[in-house]
């Protein structure tokens, strides 16, 4: 094999702390603070018509002359909207949001599926553009409509299909991604659908959830986000105006709405001496209290982990659900021999079960 060439070589060159602060220059140019920044790729997940495209022409509503949504700055800039839609859905929503020639639009530009180098040749294309108009911000809505891969499952492919991007963004451009969530629900950060190679990839990871249930009539939702920068908010509760032209924060109503239901869980978990599923907790629930919606237990739950207040193990799928119990069991079961007993034997048939192959 042939020794590589001095010029191939100098690719490779390590740098120093030095070298990379002149390289990274000045911190991110936030589009929308803590969200979308320069030269960044953020992926926006929601189910179908849960908002995201709302919240995608309110954010290009305040870009026209510059703003504040959830209470964080928005620049004033340019952008190109890429979208599944007809222009007639769009031309509705501009005039409602007062969209203007900040914004420009692609409109179910294929006719299928785009191929490699369809791909390729519209990045190019926005490329161009943004040389002539100094764009800000591309949006993709949806990703599943534009990406050029069979699988979204197919890891080596999705990459492929997203390191053009980087082309934009290493231009200064902004790129959000609006995606669609798997067809079960996940874990707060893997509701996208497809690879998790996607997820890794880009700069933010965000997500729209409903408030509680997708069958509730609630202009409420919670916005959740991931990153690779500090100035990404964890979470945000926010509410759609009565006339549907704005977002606003409302604060933690979520806590205060599930206050009265933590008291009872407590109440069941300090009951136990082995960790609960949340089924085994419904069953569980005093007939003194009316049963709890199950979204509404879970999220109560998954709050609850997140801030320390309940442990949790198990993989979260029905072979293997999630079980709950309160920190203080930990010391119960060191000082009860009959609790330690009885939490191992729950241990063990778990792995029992866990460990028999299926027929």
């Known amino acids: 094999m042939a020794s590589p060439s001095l010029t191939d070589a100098a690719l490779f060159c390590p740098q120093s702390l030095t070298e990379l602060e002149r390289e990274a220059g000045a911190p991110p140019d936030w589009l929308w603070h803590g969200y979308l920044a320069s030269g960044t790729l953020t992926l926006l997940t929601s189910q179908w018509k849960a908002g995201k495209t709302t919240l995608l022409a309110l954010l290009l509503h305040h870009m026209r002359q510059g703003g504040a949504l959830l209470g964080l700055p928005v620049k004033a800039g340019n952008a190109v909207v890429l979208s599944e839609e007809p222009a007639a859905l769009w031309l509705e929503r501009g005039r409602r949001f007062a969209l203007r020639e900040h914004v420009r639009w692609l409109c179910q530009p294929f006719v299928a599926r785009p191929r490699f180098e369809q791909w390729l040749a519209l990045i190019e294309q926005l490329r161009q553009l943004h040389r002539q108009t100094a764009l800000s911000l591309v949006a993709i809505d949806p990703l599943a409509s534009f990406f050029p891969v069979k699988s979204e499952n197919d890891a080596d492919a999705v990459l492929a299909a997203l390191l053009p991007l980087r082309r934009l963004t290493s231009d200064g451009v902004a790129v959000v991604l609006l995606h669609h969530p798997h067809k079960y629900a996940r874990t707060d950060g893997q509701a996208s659908r497809g690879s998790g190679a996607l997820c890794a990839h880009v700069d933010v990871l965000m997500e729209l959830h409903w408030w509680r249930a997708a069958n509730e009539d609630s202009r409420r939702r919670r916005l959740l986000a991931w990153s690779r920068h500090d100035a990404t908010p964890r979470q945000r509760n926010i509410e759609l105006s009565a006339d549907g032209r704005e977002y606003v924060v409302?604060?933690?109503?979520?806590?205060?709405?599930?206050?009265?239901?933590?008291?009872?869980?407590?109440?069941?978990?300090?009951?136990?001496?082995?960790?609960?599923?949340?089924?085994?907790?419904?069953?569980?629930?005093?007939?003194?209290?009316?049963?709890?919606?199950?979204?509404?237990?879970?999220?109560?739950?998954?709050?609850?982990?997140?801030?320390?207040?309940?442990?949790?193990?198990?993989?979260?799928?029905?072979?293997?659900?999630?079980?709950?119990?309160?920190?203080?069991?930990?010391?119960?079961?060191?000082k009860d021999p009959v609790a330690r007993l009885a939490q191992q034997m729950a241990d063990d048939y778990r792995n029992v079960l866990n460990s028999t192959p299926t027929l």
């Open 250 to 334: 409302i604060g933690d109503a979520e806590g205060e709405e599930l206050a009265p239901l933590r008291a009872v869980v407590w109440r069941v978990l300090g009951a136990v001496t082995t960790k609960q599923t949340r089924a085994e907790i419904m069953e569980s629930w005093p007939a003194d209290h009316p049963k709890p919606h199950q979204f509404a237990l879970a999220r109560l739950l998954e709050r609850s982990v997140e801030r320390g207040e309940l442990k949790r193990d198990g993989g979260g799928v029905k072979s293997d659900p999630f079980r709950y119990w309160l920190p203080s069991l930990e010391e119960r079961w060191k």
